[in-house]
């Protein structure tokens, strides 16, 4: 191949602005708005890139996002983009690009030797090759050798990405004629309009192939449009790809800037799309047809027009339609000499002046190693060339109308898939609606926005020339010699086609999974057509029959930074923050996340075990401070609110006396325990819900719906007033001194507020709920103020807490002071099958007599089965660690070893000087007393299952 | 991403909702509901392709309503508030 600049022309290019890159080391020069595959192929570099999987030698093929071959890593300010693509990326001054797939460069890759074993490598040979001993052993080496770019693992953004909710009446996707003249009609009708297109400028196919609309010139035209478009205040953007089209007709555009800021993810939501997405010139299939140097007819005529940049001095040109020939003409006019091989008789009419044909003539190979030397004809005759043209008809770019969904009809006159029936919302318009010429192009336009449109605006008319088609299939053939390329970018051969069918992997799906078809970054863009035609033929089949397969988004590769936007690092799930998380952070509060909420773990800044202990031997002998803000605060109001608490507890609650608690289980429908936690009752008509601190959100949907299912709106109302108010516990021996000398205003003695009551009282003229219930099994006071005024509370706690050796307590240390009293934990210390009575608390399920969530299931048949996972506690030997969290209890009767349980809970307990458990054994109630195996990662322990409490059983120290 | 009709709040994108069940499934109170029918309300679900009517809730405003859509193509076509009529239904 010897492609080289032209002295003149290239409508894109800036002859006053050149400038230097580097590709694969050496030194590249361009000018402003050339790509980087133009300023490749002006510069005579032939091999950009290796395959996939043989590592073949590989040049530029097209001009746009149908490129296949020429993948790049691009290294420049703002840090480097894998696996662009060079026919889309401008090229800059100073950046530096590098081949991928190739070790050390493209030219002189060292895996080039795969391909001579390349018959030891058909489709899916991984699959059946390195199967023994393990895969395992070989993916490292073959993962290195295949592959694409390289992620740079130290890139951090710059900035978050853009992501834009947009909306409007007419989105068009596609700014080549056809959408152009959508654009225009619907904004002429009086609609908001966005007019997308994935070039660096508008235009489409008008950019480099003759038309002219209204009597000017094609591009004249269309930059009037659009400078018409925006003057009214429609949105036109470049170098912006609708990738994705969504239910309810969401389009996911991602819009690339050329200033170095991450890209922009737009959702919009229009009313009408329109879809100019245009076709995509296919690949002819003949032995070697991937040889550098051997590119698209239509990419050509772009190089030449928008690029000045010639693609060779001795082409041939192969085609089976007209297309192919305003490119052959173009290019023997720069000079190049020109011979086109037309596998139609009936062709010669077309061609221009200086330009041989041989018609009915089909190429059969290319020969050539690192770059195209000739082609061999089917009836013997060889060309020289240094540049092939193909062109094997046009595929339209349905993406994204099958995306939405849309049916795809066979056209025998294009020789490819059309979108069939209309899609509700969606138009579709120009070469992707199988139009040929520019004034069916320009007439699909007006007509594909339905109601959208106007009969009274003028439609722009064709004054030019009209391109025609005349395509006839030219489709890979079985049994054909030579090795002929179906799928570039996977590296997929008409002979990998044909085994998978032998294979029996006859439908399009598993031709493409069983071959790699059609998938990777290109999706098909040039390959798809050859591939299913080949596997017709094959299988006896017309193309019709055979279908496509679904295509999925992305059209193109998006940034996972557009995708992620705002969404990344502490942004990605954004967790609750206590309202006193800066004072414990001042007080050395080491924070974790606990289902969803960022709290306090242990205080300190030594070693954390020791701390956590120390935790636990003060707060059980002296007094502990503790921000159980998380708690949830859910009340329930209204005249029925007692027969609604009723309805949703497993124990009964409309006993509960005004100013008392109660602590209870709500189950699901299925009967298996969902939360549990204590209910406050303030008056007749009001309680407070207690849950659990992650399970809050769930508990208050569920309250609402059988509010609304049950109950109705005007009995009892819902208001989760957690996030409200901070709840700062006392809990401790000394628990009721501390608290008495906060001055709360409250009556503390233990006949005005015994264990499981609720009193009220004011600090520093806020009021206060001060509840006695213990987590911890000690005396304990939690105290509920304003969340906005509760650091100075929190500060007066500590202040007053120095005389009695307050501690402050972590999650970690309250886990452990929980575990020794046998206290659960909701999801931790049960499981999806843990109901009420498997928890020791069978009253309710044999005493009550009204209805509640859950009820029927407690009396089906599984729920009395005796052999059901029971909580229990579990004692070690003196001296033995900790057992592990997860370990199975096992048993060997008659049968295999099988699990009877497992460990929910294990902690070592510092007042107690030895560990303690809580455990699910099967049939563990009665069992008490029994030693049972405990096994965990191969090693066998035994362990005594004793009563889940192990701690003060007698519950002395709630009242000490 | 679907947009949904909310009778409160109006058209909002589907990750506002959570989904509530087959409309119709009623809840058999006491104790004495057979076996079957106990577990037909729990667990056996029409699953229609096609024409379906749900109940959906909205997180952002609470509340539970009725919407009829179309399981295959995904089309709804049209919501409404649960009145006193519509209770467990
Ligand atoms: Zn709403």
């Known amino acids: 191949m010897s492609a080289s600049r032209l002295p003149n022309g290239g409508s894109d290019i800036d002859r006053a602005r050149p400038l230097t890159f580097t590709f694969d080391g050496g030194r590249i020069e361009g000018f402003a708005g050339d790509t980087i595959a133009s300023a490749l192929l002006a510069s005579g570099r032939a091999v950009v890139g290796r395959s996939f999987k043989y590592h073949r030698p590989r040049g530029i093929w097209g001009s746009g996002v149908e490129e296949p071959n020429a993948l790049v890593d691009i290294e420049r300010a703002g840090g480097r983009v894998p696996n662009a693509r060079a026919t889309t990326e401008p090229a800059k001054d100073g ?277 195209v030397r000739g082609v061999l004809l089917d009836d013997g005759t060889n060309l020289a060339a240094d540049c092939v043209l193909v062109s094997g008809g046009w595929t339209p770019t349905v993406h994204l109308f099958s995306q939405a969904k849309g049916k795809l009809a066979w056209s025998d006159d294009l020789a490819a898939f059309v979108p069939g029936e209309a899609v509700d919302g969606i138009g579709v318009a120009g070469a992707v609606a199988g139009t040929v010429s520019l004034s069916e192009t320009l007439a699909s336009g007006a007509a594909a926005l339905g109601p959208f449109g106007s009969s009274s605006t003028p439609v722009a008319h064709s004054t030019g020339a009209e391109a025609t088609l005349g395509v006839v299939g030219l489709w890979p053939k079985p049994k054909a010699k030579g090795r002929v390329w179906i799928d570039y970018q996977s590296d997929v051969t008409a002979k990998d086609v044909e085994l998978a069918a032998r294979e029996n992997f006859v439908s399009v799906e598993h031709l493409k999974r069983y071959t790699t078809l059609g998938m990777a970054t290109d999706q098909g863009k040039t390959s798809n057509l050859n591939g299913l035609a080949l596997l017709a033929d094959v299988t006896g089949r017309g193309i019709a029959e055979v279908g496509t397969t679904t295509y999925r988004p992305p059209f193109t590769p998006v940034p996972f930074a557009s995708l992620a936007g705002a969404r990344r690092g502490s942004m990605h799930a954004p967790v609750r923050r206590l309202p006193l998380e800066a004072s414990h952070r001042a007080a050395s509060g080491v924070f974790q996340e606990y289902g969803g909420w960022l709290r306090p773990a242990y205080y300190g800044s030594g070693d954390a075990e020791a701390a956590i202990q120390d935790g636990v031997r003060r707060a059980r002998q002296s007094v502990a401070l503790f921000d159980g803000s998380t708690l949830g605060k859910i009340e329930v109001i209204g005249p029925r609110a007692a027969d609604f608490v009723d309805f949703i507890y497993y124990n009964t609650m409309s006993t509960l006396k005004p100013g008392h608690c109660r602590y209870g289980f709500m189950l699901s429908e299925n009967g298996v325990v969902f939360d549990d936690g204590v209910l406050v009752r303030l008056d007749e008509h009001r309680f407070i819900v207690s849950c659990s601190s992650s399970h809050v959100a769930a508990v208050h949907a569920r309250l609402e719906e059988w509010r609304q299912d049950r109950f109705g709106r005007d009995a009892v109302y819902i208001h989760n007033a957690t996030a409200q108010y901070a709840t700062l516990t006392v809990s401790g021996p000394n628990a009721r001194g501390l608290v008495e000398a906060l001055d709360l205003g409250a009556t503390l003695d233990d006949a005005s507020l015994p264990h499981m009551a609720v009193a009220a009282g004011r600090f520093a003229g806020d009021e206060v709920r001060i509840t006695r219930v213990s987590f911890t099994g000690d005396r304990s006071y939690e105290i509920s103020i304003r969340a906005d005024r509760a650091e100075a509370l929190w500060t007066r706690m500590q202040q007053e807490g120095c005389a009695f050796d307050a501690v402050l307590l972590g999650l970690e240390s309250l886990m452990i002071l929980r575990a020794e009293k046998g206290y659960i934990v909701i999801g931790k210390d049960t499981d999806g099958n843990t109901m009420p009575h498997d928890l020791g608390v069978a009253g309710p399920r044999t005493k009550r007599t009204g209805e509640f969530v859950g009820r029927r299931s407690l009396f089906i048949e599984a729920a009395d089965d005796g052999n059901r996972n029971q909580l229990v506690g579990l004692a070690v030997r003196e001296g033995e660690a900790p057992l592990a969290t997860g370990a199975h209890g096992v048993e060997k009767s008659g049968g295999p070893l099988r699990s009877i349980g497992f460990v929910t809970s294990s902690y070592r307990s510092p007042i107690l000087g030895r560990p303690v458990a809580l455990a699910l054994i099967e049939r563990g109630a009665a069992r008490h007393g029994e030693t049972i195996d405990v096994q965990h990662l191969g090693v066998v322990r035994q362990a005594t299952i004793v009563a889940p409490c192990a701690f003060d059983p007698e519950g002395k120290r709630l009242h000490a | 991403m679907q947009l949904f009709p909310c009778p409160f709040c109006g058209p909002r994108e589907e990750s506002e909702f959570h989904y509530g069940g087959e409309a119709g499934n009623l809840r058999p109170d006491g104790n004495d509901v057979t076996a079957e029918r106990w577990a037909g309300y729990l667990h056996m679900r029409d699953n229609p392709k096609g024409p379906t009517r749900e109940i959906w809730m909205h997180l952002t405003c609470g509340e539970f309503f009725a919407m009829s859509r179309d399981s295959v193509n995904h089309k709804v076509s049209g919501s409404s508030a649960l009145g006193e009529t519509e209770h467990g239904a």
């Open chain 1, 95 to 371: 950046i530096v690009v590098r081949s991928v797939n190739a070790t050390p460069t493209a030219l002189a890759d060292r895996n080039a030797v795969l391909d001579r074993f390349a018959r030891f490598l058909p489709a899916a040979f991984y699959y059946k090759t390195f199967m023994w001993p393990d895969w395992h052993l070989f993916e490292p080496r073959i993962r290195a050798m295949a592959g694409l770019g390289v992620v740079d693992r130290n890139w951090k953004p710059r900035q978050m990405a853009d992501q834009i909710n947009h909306h409007c009446d007419v989105l068009v996707v596609g700014a080549g004629p056809a959408g152009l003249a959508a654009a225009a009609g619907a904004a002429a009708a009086g609609h908001s309009v966005a007019l997308v297109d994935d070039s660096t400028r508008p235009g489409g196919s008008l950019r480099h192939r003759a038309g002219d609309v209204d009597s000017v010139e094609g591009m004249a035209w269309v930059d009037a449009m659009v400078a018409k478009l925006k003057s009214e205040g429609q949105l036109v953007l470049s170098d912006t790809t609708a990738f994705g089209l969504y239910d309810h007709n969401l389009v996911a555009l991602n819009q690339r800037h050329r200033d170095g800021r991450p890209d922009t993810l737009w959702r919009v939501r229009p009313r009408r799309i329109v879809l100019a997405t245009g076709a995509i010139e296919r690949p002819v299939p003949f032995a070697n047809n991937d040889l550098p140097g051997i590119l698209s007819a239509d990419a050509a005529l772009a190089y030449l027009r928008r690029h000045g940049v010639l693609v060779g001095q001795q082409i041939v040109v192969a085609t089976n339609n007209d297309s192919a020939y305003e490119a052959a003409t173009a290019l023997a006019a720069a000079g190049a000499s020109v011979t086109v091989v037309d596998c139609r008789r009936d062709c010669g009419a077309q061609a221009g002046a200086g330009i041989r044909v041989l018609a009915g003539r089909t190429v059969v190979a290319a020969r050539g190693r690192n770059a």
